[in-house]
């Protein structure tokens, strides 16, 4: 079996190379499409070690945006047209136009769904097999499954996933060194439009604040003004997630680091205009208190919060391990289902196959 998958973003590459790993101890053939420009994708990629084709540069606004999906429709359906695969994974709009106008069948995952907007409209419709966690608050038609889970445990769930100590060696600290990181997103995805994260004085008094507990460690998806520029972590992107491990605390305007830390175990606080919207980060908050959200509007209370843990932070992570714990035994392994739909796309490939 050939599949093609197709990542824009950089929780697409863990989501999927996770799924790629059980395809290739299968014996399966897989190429991926890259995303240049568009935080670390490629870098991920080539981390792999697998081969892959760089699709268009990343939009940084709507005009470029709108280009970029049009020039990725033609990258995506010129790779299929060549590499003919049996399957095509995919997190973005592209994949599944291509698999559409190829009778490819396509398996597209979101778990932001509906409320990602023209993203998923332009897309979910169209796909052979919509996948999302059970999170989701909506049903999107006979094609859409759902697992039990979310999508961070296809990379990091214990199974796959083993926190590295030497990460502080990499990063210069001692080994018993505390430190937080601050991850700040550039908001330039079509689904940020008229969303926003913290401003310059947010993030100092972040800093500020979390300079008592230790070093402060910059995850930025711009480019960071002077003063910051020796904060930015200097471990590479395939490392990331071993960082988010030994911190003492994540602070976040980011959607998927936020949630990437709860999984981990690391207690998070996220800080932007998407709080309370997403299925999926509500259920981790609400449900199993793995990571809490504040709108820019809550300023206040915000601060709060930060401050509370910061006073309390050995507490903090008894409670995270706990919260854990439990949630890892409520939830099934999200790879195995999407292992298991890819095989039953690749059986609908063949009286396609059979009929061209």
Known sequence: MKVLIDAVHAADVWMLGAVEDRLLKNGEETLWISRPGKDAVGE???????????????????????FELLARDWRVWHTVRSFAPDVILTRSPSGVHAGRLTRTPVLYDTDDGHVAGLLYYLAGPLADIVTSPT?????????????????????????????????????????????????????????????AG?????????IERLS???????????????????????????????????????????????????????????????????????????????????????????????????????????????RRDRMLEWASDPVDDLTSWTYELAERRLPLAAAS
């Open 135 to 195: 999170a989701t608050d909506r049903t999107y038609g006979k094609h859409h499954r759902k697992y039990q889970g979310y999508k961070e445990l296809c990379y990091l769930h214990p199974q796959r996933f083993e926190a590295d100590p030497a990460i502080r060696h990499e990063l210069g600290l001692a080994p018993d060194e505390p430190f937080s990181v601050l991850r700040l997103t550039a908001f330039t995805a079509s689904h940020d439009t008229r969303q």
């Open 212 to 322: 008592s507990i230790g070093r402060v460690l910059i995850s930025p998806e711009h480019d960071l003004p002077p003063t910051l520029q020796t904060l930015r972590i200097p471990a590479a992107p395939a490392r990331f997630h071993h960082v988010l491990a030994a911190a003492q605390l994540v602070v976040s305007d980011s959607q998927s680091v936020s949630s990437e830390a709860g999984v981990i175990g690391t207690p998070s606080l996220r800080f932007n205009t998407w709080a309370g919207r997403h299925p999926y980060q509500v259920e981790l908050e609400e449900r199993w208190g793995l990571t809490k959200a504040f709108h820019l509007d809550d300023e206040a209370a915000f601060f709060a919060e930060l401050d509370q843990l910061i006073d309390d932070l050995p507490a903090a992570h008894e409670r995270q391990t706990a």
């Open 198 to 206: 913290m401003n310059r004085r947010q993030v100092e008094e972040v």
């Open 44 to 66: 991920l990629i080539e981390a792999r070690n697998r081969p892959y084709v760089n699709g268009p540069p990343a939009g940084t606004s709507m005009p470029t945006l709108g």
